[in-house]
């Protein structure tokens, strides 16, 4: 009797163990950061709540049990969630090369966060553009056209003077000097892309370029990284800017600094003797690439950015000569902002033609499939080692590299 007892009641304890393994293995699981998002039908316009659409929090399996569901086990993600999404300055030829530099986002890294798209155009994006562009990614996508008002000629300028300014660029064959457009996206990514409608309810944003290559695995979410640290401002790649398109964009960046000192940021951290090989006597040129950054939008919508822009546009050198937003970037975040707010994206593996971004570090090239040979880094047309002058640990030790990125990590 005791023996069958015993029996049965192993039996009921095996029984209970399968079902609780088949429980395990089957029932579906809710994380309290997973985003519970359905692909869209087609491409959607804006939508201004867009970060309030995820269900973030934990939902109970029976709906109308929802009020008495465990909240204590599953927590709802930190109220200080970043908005961000990944801006793209781009015309509808540029469809194909969008493609491959989002399928490749996708793949490296946003598939794991669905964060948003915003592509921006001075023309209205075609249907095709905007169904190939949506069908690669389950995030929200957001087609915006720019006006006029931020793509045009502002009227303190001569358009007369301006085009035979283009024309004795382009005969000096200064690269992109006879190119109208190209003045006008470098004066739209200088002054306005951070003003446009579409960006209104976002902090962060990671810039985009058609035809670019990302090589290596990004697991940890960098926007929430970049906020939670306070950095204002990400690149990978740096060199010195052509002189001959930006004669007296040092002498307009001096007098501003003359006129608000208040805005310069001078001392242990200053970032300003990266600007200059001579006692700020001339620019040297270094700038960061700026065709790859993330960054703070509320930095460029700062009073002191704002001020720094409407200074260098109302001396004309967007149109008369050929200032681009890569060293107006530059020299806005060497001049206000510290060591400590600017990051090199040192993990990211990128190429925009003919430079490429490899980290060279073993640990870091466990992620990656470019060729560390390939590094653009420590050539000599290259900003890094001036860089290194002034900030010796800008590259992350693999030690500070995992206790950074840790808490952000999938």
Request: glycine letters at 4%; one cysteine or more; aromatic letters at 18%.
């Amino acid at each position: 009797m005791f023996k069958r007892r015993q029996a049965f009641n192993f039996q009921i304890i095996t029984a209970l163990a399968l079902l609780g393994l088949i429980a395990y293995l089957f029932l579906p699981t809710t994380s309290p950061y997973t985003r519970r998002r359905t692909q869209p039908s087609s491409a959607v316009e804006a939508d201004d709540d867009w970060y309030d659409n995820d269900e973030l929090y934990y939902q109970a399996a029976d709906e109308q049990d929802l009020n008495t569901a465990k909240l204590s086990i599953h927590q709802a993600p930190p109220s200080n969630k970043v908005k961000a999404a990944f801006v793209i300055l781009a015309r509808n030829s540029d469809l194909q090369g969008i493609r491959q530099s989002i399928r490749q986002l996708e793949d490296r890294f946003n598939r794991h966060f669905n964060y948003p798209y915003v592509f921006l155009n001075e023309e209205n994006f075609t249907n095709e553009f905007k169904q190939k562009t949506s069908d690669l990614t389950n995030a929200q996508t957001l087609y915006g056209k720019i006006e006029s008002d931020m793509w045009g000629y502002p009227p303190h300028i001569n358009q007369t003077k301006a085009a035979e300014c283009r024309k004795e660029m382009q005969e000096k064959n200064i690269i992109y000097g006879g190119s109208e457009s190209y003045r006008h996206m470098c004066r739209f990514q200088s002054g306005f892309f951070f003003r446009h409608p579409l960006l209104d309810d976002f902090e962060y944003y990671w810039r985009v370029e058609p035809n670019v290559q990302y090589f290596c695995d990004i697991d940890y979410d960098v926007f929430q990284m970049m906020k939670d640290n306070d950095f204002k401002y990400g690149w990978t790649l740096s060199l010195t800017e052509y002189m001959s398109t930006i004669p007296t964009l040092w002498s307009a960046a001096q007098e501003f600094m003359t006129n608000f000192p208040e805005y310069i940021n001078r001392g242990e951290e200053s970032l300003l003797p990266w600007l200059t090989d001579n006692n700020y006597a001339d620019y040297n040129g270094c700038h960061f690439w700026s065709n790859f950054e993330i960054g703070s939008l509320d930095f460029f919508r700062s009073e002191r950015y704002l001020k720094f822009f409407e200074h260098l546009d109302s001396k004309g050198g967007f149109f008369y000569e050929r200032w681009g937003d890569a060293p107006v970037h530059s020299l806005a975040v060497a001049i206000m902002l510290k060591t400590s707010e600017v990051h090199f994206f040192n993990d990211i593996g990128y190429k925009h033609n003919p430079l490429t971004h490899c980290p060279i570090e073993p640990w870091a090239q466990r992620k990656c499939w470019c060729d560390e040979k390939s590094n653009f880094d420590w050539t000599g047309w290259s900003c890094a080692t001036r860089y290194r002058k002034i900030h010796e640990d800008f590259a992350w030790s693999e030690s500070v590299y995992r206790n950074k990125t840790d808490p952000y990590r999938i």
